[in-house]
């Protein structure tokens, strides 16, 4: 690609993570007594605490009165999952082991351990680090963005893979945009046997969606006077979660 592209980061660890917080809609949170399954329950602090809005006949209620003081009581587990249907959804989990306390009717959830894993393998997070993050600043519009771009602009996604090697769309039968951060877009590249995904960085990083418009833009303009690859080879496949 030459010098096409000259801003390569990517979001950090604890970035993703939360921004893998940030986004979610669901958690699952296994304690002493069983395991529940949230859905638009919990909200996060600034520092990263998750608060949970749970039933008075809750078993996390249970646990974070019964638990040994200072102790993990609970662990709290967030899938992250590509809003586009895509061959294995699951972009990231996050797990935070922790405890709880009672903090004017809602649980505070108190990390004491961090893990994201995500395909590239898992990380232990450091908890200042953690505390001290902030999301990626798309994260809460990503689902929205990437379901727009798959849906009503097919034709862009498809000049994008202009830019991606030859050797990368061997056997390629769709793409699909699986990712965007502030710092570039991710594409999936589905074959007829596994997949991969590639990453196309932005020039400079989009702060906003104003930002994301300027850069998708120029990659678009860059991807037009780019050769075009061979064609895709044509056949349906299904997406699954």
């Known amino acids: 690609m030459g010098d096409r592209h000259t801003w390569t980061a990517a979001p950090a660890a604890v970035e993703r993570a939360r921004s893998v917080l940030a986004a979610a809609w669901s958690c699952a949170v296994t304690a002493e007594g069983g395991r529940e399954e949230l859905v638009g329950a919990h909200t996060v602090a600034a520092d990263g605490r998750v608060l949970l809005h749970v039933p008075d006949d809750s078993v996390l209620l249970t646990a974070a009165i019964c638990a040994p003081r200072g102790e993990p009581s609970a662990v709290l587990e967030f899938a992250d999952v590509a809003p586009v249907p895509v061959r294995n959804r699951i972009r990231a989990r996050l797990w935070l082991a922790g405890r709880f306390a009672n903090e004017d009717g809602l649980l505070a959830f108190q990390p004491t351990r961090a893990v994201l894993r995500q395909p590239s393998g898992a990380v232990v997070l450091d908890l200042d680090e953690f505390a001290d993050a902030r999301p990626d600043p798309l994260a809460t519009a990503e689902a929205t963005l990437l379901t727009h771009l798959a849906d009503a602009h097919p034709d862009a996604v498809e000049r994008l893979t202009r830019l991606v090697e030859p050797d990368s769309l061997h056997g390629a039968v769709r793409v699909r945009p699986l990712a965007v951060d502030r710092h570039g877009l991710t594409l999936r590249i589905e074959r007829a046997r596994g997949n991969g995904d590639v990453r196309l960085p932005f020039h400079a990083p989009a702060d ?3 930002e994301l418009t300027e850069r998708m833009h120029v990659l678009l303009t860059q991807a037009s006077s780019a050769a ?12 699954d979660g």
């Open 228 to 239: 075009c690859p061979r064609a895709l080879q044509r056949q349906r496949t299904d997406g």
């Open 208 to 210: 906003d969606v104003a």
